[in-house]
């Protein structure tokens, strides 16, 4: 049985960044502008903070790749961080003699407090710099490898910000109808995207949605929002409805709970089917004659139905909290001398939400090659593409 696995290691202002990714089959081109496209998706957006002016990011392939294709073996990737210069003593993973400022305030909706608690720590940077969404960076960078091994079965993932703030877009993939006509494909959604600064597919809704973050820094405060993500040509079969940890939503819930500072992850029509009627939310199953295919006149269900998927697009929408680090910042407690006290300020965004959104591709792709190997699993790439091949060839 195949499978993907992954760590990633390091801390915000630390030396760097450094990931491994085990499963990838032998075989696979890859070269380093394939990562630096996505690591550079993720740092654009309106509403970033100044670390983006700073950072420049670029994965360097260490190991388990030769002459640009996959060994089989572990792909190590490392990011350096730019600004370790300036944090080289503060950071140092050696004693230093002179004397290092602590943080001992927590801030209020971060890891602060509790991760203090939990590791018995009395200078909070040992918290924050590991919680930080700095580590995403090396996800989407190890991420980019599994979009690469997906694009060659015809597998694109997408995404696009459905609102922030008050400001909305209500598009959904998984509220169109099977014959609806856009004036976009959704192949296309991330060229579109892509050219927003709030990654929105509407103007207008764009023009509120910066109107909205501007508002937010003028008053030193933040906001969040919702994005979608979309996978397009999943074949039908990818999960299990056989245990309870092999269950693809379950997979991909987790996966996007564990990006910081998101709250909400909804697969398809997601918390509305609570206020409908079973005939407004299943979908209809027909037989194409001439693709000899099945397929459905709605995709409420979001393209996975009890755990596997459906051969529809997989819709994902995920909902990103307010970022906790406020320039106006709210009331904390001193934790060495229990005094009330304003929360501590570190460098941070006004919004990230389309940066999220990138984030979130990259997450599925990760999880959705996990799951591809696992049915289609080999060790080389020609391996496996004969598996799905034999498969596609399939009379059901």
């Avoid at 060659?152 to 922030?164: A, D, E, M, Q």
Wanted: one cysteine or more; hydrophobic letters at 40%.
């Amino acid at each position: 049985m195949g499978g993907i696995r992954y760590l990633t290691s390091g801390e915000s202002h630390g030396q760097g960044l450094i990931g491994i990714i085990e499963g990838l089959p032998a075989g696979l081109n890859i070269c380093e502008e394939d990562i630096f496209k996505d690591l550079q998706r993720r740092q654009l957006g309106h509403g970033r903070g100044g670390r983006m002016k700073i950072e420049t990011d670029r994965a360097q392939i260490i190991s388990g790749v030769r002459f640009g294709k996959t060994l089989g073996s572990p792909v190590s990737l490392l990011i350096e961080n730019a600004d370790w210069k300036n944090w080289t003593t503060k950071m140092s993973t050696s004693e230093v003699e002179e004397a290092v400022k602590a943080v001992e305030i927590p801030r209020p909706g971060h890891a602060d407090l509790a991760g203090a608690i939990k590791y018995r720590a009395g200078d909070i940077r040992d918290i924050l710099e590991r919680a930080s969404a700095r580590e995403t960076a090396m996800r989407v960078a190890l991420a980019a490898l599994a979009k690469k091994f997906l694009g060659n079965f015809g597998i694109k993932i997408v995404s696009h910000v459905t609102r922030i703030h008050t400001a909305e877009n209500p598009f959904s993939v998984a509220t169109m109808r099977h014959d609806d006509k856009l004036d976009f494909t959704l192949e296309s959604i991330n060229d579109i995207a892509d050219a927003s600064s709030v990654r929105s597919l509407d103007k207008a809704a764009e023009e509120k949605m910066i109107a909205d973050i501007d508002a937010a820094k003028e008053q030193k405060d933040t906001v969040g929002g919702v994005f979608e993500v979309i996978a397009l040509n999943l074949p039908i079969g990818l999960g299990s409805h056989i245990q309870w940890d092999r269950k693809l939503d379950g997979r991909i819930g987790q996966a996007m709970m564990s990006i910081p500072a998101m709250k909400g992850v909804e697969i398809g029509m997601g918390f509305e089917t609570g206020a409908k009627l079973g005939s407004q939310v299943h979908d209809p199953i027909y037989y194409n004659e001439a693709t000899k295919k099945y397929y459905r006149s709605t995709n409420h269900a979001g393209g996975l139905e009890a755990g596997i998927t459906n051969g529809e697009p997989l819709v994902i929408r995920v909902a990103m909290k307010p970022i906790s680090t406020l320039m106006n910042p709210l009331d904390s407690v001193n934790m060495k001398t229990k005094e009330k006290t304003a929360a501590h300020i570190e460098r941070s965004d006004t919004c990230a939400v389309p940066a999220a959104a990138v984030i979130g591709e990259s997450l599925l792709a990760l999880v959705l090659a996990d799951a591809f190997l696992e049915k289609f699993g080999g060790d080389s790439m020609s391996e496996v593409l004969e598996s799905y091949e034999r498969w596609q060839d399939r009379d059901v």
